[in-house]
């Protein structure tokens, strides 16, 4: 079974620039999370979609952040623009049914 | 508001010792809980969990106790091996919402 893909691994931007990641769940997962992990801390919830629907975005800063579920399936996670606190991993992660999420290798993005 | 608490940043047994690993949470509706181990560069993976009906869980060498009278609960690791060297998180959800709530992680170290 194939994992979670996210991609870029890795990317550096100057403060004010945009980003993007990108993210593909495990094939027929219909929950998909997006996570932020500031070093020396754990994973934090930012948005969790189940199919394409939006089930909790209430630590998702939304004045600069954003995130889509195309056709319940992949999804995209934009930060426009970046500041440098965003300076994270992002981790993508997706489950079926119950609470074990799976998760990919992470997108680290430097904000300098 | 840190609803999952792991107090040891790091820890250091020896081969073939036992690893315990600590976590205590604050919300009493909290009704599972996982262990995610963590290699640099790579996201979390799943390690092993527990039902709040529960008061252990047993797979190989490692086990999950959960004290819910004094919201705490341990992962331990017997024996250890230096393979288990990584970073642990413990996590905590409620209501089946797959929402997952993390520690701050606690880094392991098994000296061969």
């Known amino acids: 079974e194939a994992g979670v893909a996210q991609s870029p691994r890795y990317k550096i931007i100057e403060k004010r620039q945009s980003v993007a990641f990108w993210c593909n769940p495990i094939?027929?997962?219909?929950?998909l999370y997006w996570y932020q992990q500031i070093l020396g801390q754990g994973p934090k919830l930012l948005i969790q979609?189940?199919?394409?629907?939006?089930?909790?975005d209430s630590q998702l800063p939304k004045d600069r952040f954003s995130a889509e579920r195309l056709k319940g399936v992949d999804s995209t996670l934009k930060i426009q623009p970046a500041k440098l606190e965003d300076s994270a991993v992002y981790l993508c992660?997706?489950?079926?049914?119950?609470?074990?999420?799976?998760f990919g290798q992470g997108t680290r993005l430097t904000v300098v | 508001d840190q609803q999952v608490k792991q107090n040891s940043p790091s820890l250091s047994v020896q081969e073939g010792r036992i690893s315990i690993l600590n976590c205590d949470y604050t919300n009493s509706m909290f009704d599972y809980f996982l262990w995610y181990k963590k290699y640099p560069a790579e996201g979390p993976t799943f390690l092993i969990s527990i039902s709040s009906i529960k008061d252990k869980n047993e797979d190989g060498r490692f086990t999950v106790f959960l004290n819910k009278s004094a919201k705490h609960l341990s992962l331990h690791i017997v024996p250890s091996q230096p393979g288990d060297s990584a970073v642990y998180f413990c996590?905590?959800?409620?209501?089946?919402?797959?929402?997952?709530?993390f520690g701050q992680g606690t880094t392991l170290q098994v000296k061969p």
């Open positions: 094939s027929g997962h219909a929950t």
């Open positions: 979609f189940q199919n394409n629907g939006v089930v909790d």
């Open positions: 996590a905590a959800s409620s209501g089946n919402t797959g929402k997952l709530i």
């Open positions: 992660a997706s489950s079926s049914l119950g609470y074990q999420a799976f």
